[in-house]
């Protein structure tokens, strides 16, 4: 039981790690997506 805890929260890390980087690239690209716009 505490071992398939340990995986949930392990997994859950992962997601939250992914959404976050995957929002600050995004939000990255989309800077320098209207930079060179203007």
């Known amino acids: 039981m505490e071992s398939n805890k340990k995986q949930v929260l392990l997994v859950l ?4 790690s ?3 980087y995957s929002a600050f690239a995004g939000r ?3 800077k320098h997506i ?3 716009c203007w």
């Open 13 to 16: 890390t992962i997601l939250v």
């Open 34 to 36: 209207i930079r060179r």
């Open 28 to 30: 990255g690209m989309i």
């Open 18 to 20: 992914l959404f976050s």
